[in-house]
């Protein structure tokens, strides 16, 4: 049931979502995933989404005071964990022992080691509590303990309807790499700091390998353009959507280069990126090959899907236009993209929740128990004709813009494919 309610709501806040795992059985040892924390509330809702066993996440202890997040922390069998900063008594001992128990049910915990959450995109120097946990339970007689790196990728964590990917990591086998970081004889408990340490530093390198680590955000999204044209020209359809996962796992390789060769591919990348924004066109719209008739079967289409669906997309705007303008003027509040991706998808369920609520209480009145189950099955098809339609009008938008772009563009075409090779050679010779 978790992962469903954290299914539908992930597909309804974000327009696509890919998981990418590398290769490993994740289903039976008992797991200690470690992630980037940069989207607040959503994290742990699209790791419950993307990870193959539904994680019982260590959050703060503040949570638990708000009654509502209370219930929901209980019910996802949430642990809370202290932090100084929070002030007030506390101590973790619980949380240990509650970890510890968790593990040896062979459970899978999840917990964010920076200890913050990060409106940068790179990952902060990370906390030693997954060590410290992960050598607690295995001294307490818990073995073949795994801790997995994830890492979470927005395209937009502030905004609905974006791209995100999440790109798990291979598990680090923990009696493995206690048996290589401790000599015969010493203590390979949480009490040893050097084994603590090393084993934190283990655990960082490899979340840093999967998740956002670039230096600003200038480097972030030139890197993200650069490996979605790089993908493009070696994909069989150049016209298809580059795969999100893929785009940010090659951006992140690339952001691990040495500061000379991130120099000159960058430089690359902007000197055709500069070209292209002189005709008003991007990349995936100058590979799109948009002619006029293309286009004109792209709006022949759309008409035809506006003819089927705009009866409900009517419905769909009446019933969930003060929702709609609730999360609008939530996004319009100033405050740290981190906080926004918290309380945009927060407000949006809790919006449209309401507004459904109150429309089956109608129907229920009206018409019964059956005319109220009705109505609640429909709200979701209702919404999902409105974003339909509306992601279309973007989709054929976009595709305009192609076709004026590349009628505009036939004049460079030598001068924007000479530096698009170069761009297109800087990064393959990079990777």
Do not use: C
């Not at 009696?175 to 000599?183: G, H, N, S, T």
């Not at 000159?264 to 000197?271: N, P, S």
């Amino acid at each position: 049931m978790i992962r469903k309610i954290a299914s539908l709501m992930v597909r309804g806040v974000y327009r696509r979502v890919e998981v990418y795992r590398a290769p490993a059985d994740l289903s039976g040892d008992p797991q200690l995933s470690v992630s980037n924390h940069f989207g607040g509330f959503a994290d742990p809702l699209l790791l419950i989404y993307a990870m193959p066993r539904v994680p019982r996440i260590i959050a703060r202890d503040v949570i638990w005071k708000i009654p509502v997040a209370r219930s929901v922390m209980k019910w996802v069998r949430a642990i809370p964990v202290h932090k100084r900063e929070d002030k007030g008594p506390g101590s973790n001992d619980v949380m240990f022992a509650s970890a510890y128990e968790a593990l040896e049910e062979r459970s899978h915990l999840m917990i964010f080691p920076e200890g913050i959450t990060r409106d940068e995109p790179s990952i902060a120097p990370i906390k030693t509590g997954a060590a410290r946990i992960a050598l607690g339970a295995r001294a307490s007689g818990v073995d073949g303990i795994e801790i997995t790196p994830a890492g979470i990728h927005y395209e937009n964590k502030a905004a609905l309807r974006s791209d995100v990917s999440v790109l798990v990591g291979p598990p680090l086998d923990l009696d493995a790499a206690v048996e290589q970081l401790v000599p015969a004889g010493e203590d390979a408990g949480p009490a040893n700091r050097a084994l603590v340490r090393s084993l934190t530093d283990d655990i960082e390198r490899r979340l840093r390998h999967v998740a956002p680590d670039f230096s600003d955000w200038e480097e972030a999204r030139t890197l993200t353009r650069g490996a979605e044209m790089l993908l493009r020209s070696v994909a069989d359809d150049p016209v298809a959507p580059v795969p999100v996962a893929a785009r940010d796992y090659v951006a992140g390789y690339l952001g691990r280069k040495p500061d000379d060769e991130k120099r000159q591919i960058t430089e690359a990348i902007e000197t055709y990126g500069d070209a292209l924004s002189d005709l008003d066109i991007t990349d995936a719209q100058l590979q799109s090959g948009m002619t006029g008739r293309r286009f004109l079967w792209r709006l022949i289409g759309w008409l035809v899907l506006s003819v089927v669906l705009l009866p409900f997309a009517v419905v769909g705007v009446l019933v969930n236009w003060i929702p709609f303008l609730v999360v609008k003027a939530v996004g319009l509040l100033r405050v740290a993209p981190a906080v926004l991706a918290t309380l945009k998808p927060i407000s949006a369920i809790l919006a449209f929740g309401l507004a459904w609520g109150v429309v089956g209480w109608g129907a229920f009145r009206d018409f019964g128990a059956s005319g109220a189950a009705l109505a609640l099955l429909l709200m979701p098809v209702y919404l999902a004709a409105v974003i339909v339609l509306t992601e279309r009008v973007q989709t054929l938008w976009t595709a305009f813009r192609a076709w004026r772009g590349l009628s505009r563009s036939a004049r460079a075409d030598d001068i924007i494919e000479v530096q698009r090779r170069e761009a297109i050679s800087a990064l393959s010779e990079a990777l």
